[in-house]
């Protein structure tokens, strides 16, 4: 049973940089396309990043394009999310998803379409 652990959230100011990580555990990390999600409070979990199976394809959502880099190092069996010129509305408890795929080039942005989640970690940016 493939299991997720996130870490590197924290409080900090608008305009500062977090890295986000995500430990596999119970599988390997080059098996699975791998997302970047998030839930800020009373709203719906919905998707900032994800890289697809085997990595030839990386996307955003608009609203962190250009702030926001996906990276998965196979070697360290983690995925990371480097957020950059953090905003307030970048707020949000951020989720790592991993799902098994045999399609390099198909890509998941919505959670419904992941098989396995972490706990989240909080993510606060103070204006």
């Known amino acids: 049973q493939v299991q997720l652990a996130e870490s590197g959230g924290g409080l900090v100011q608008a305009g500062d940089s977090l890295r986000l990580s995500c430990a596999v555990s119970?599988?390997?990390?080059?098996?699975?396309?791998m997302g970047w999600f998030r839930q800020g409070p009373g709203k719906e979990r919905d998707f900032v990043a994800l890289?697809?199976?085997?990595?030839?394809?990386?996307e955003y959502r608009d609203s962190v394009k250009g702030r926001f880099t996906i990276s998965r190092d196979d070697a360290e069996n983690a995925l990371y999310l480097q957020m950059n010129t953090l905003k307030p509305e970048d707020t949000a408890n951020y989720y790592c998803a991993a799902r098994t795929t045999s399609n390099s080039y198909y890509t998941y942005r919505d959670q419904s379409e992941y098989h396995y989640w972490g706990q989240g970690t909080q993510v606060t940016v103070s204006s």
């Open positions: 890289v697809s199976w085997r990595g030839p394809i990386i």
């Open positions: 119970g599988g390997t990390i080059g098996n699975y396309a």
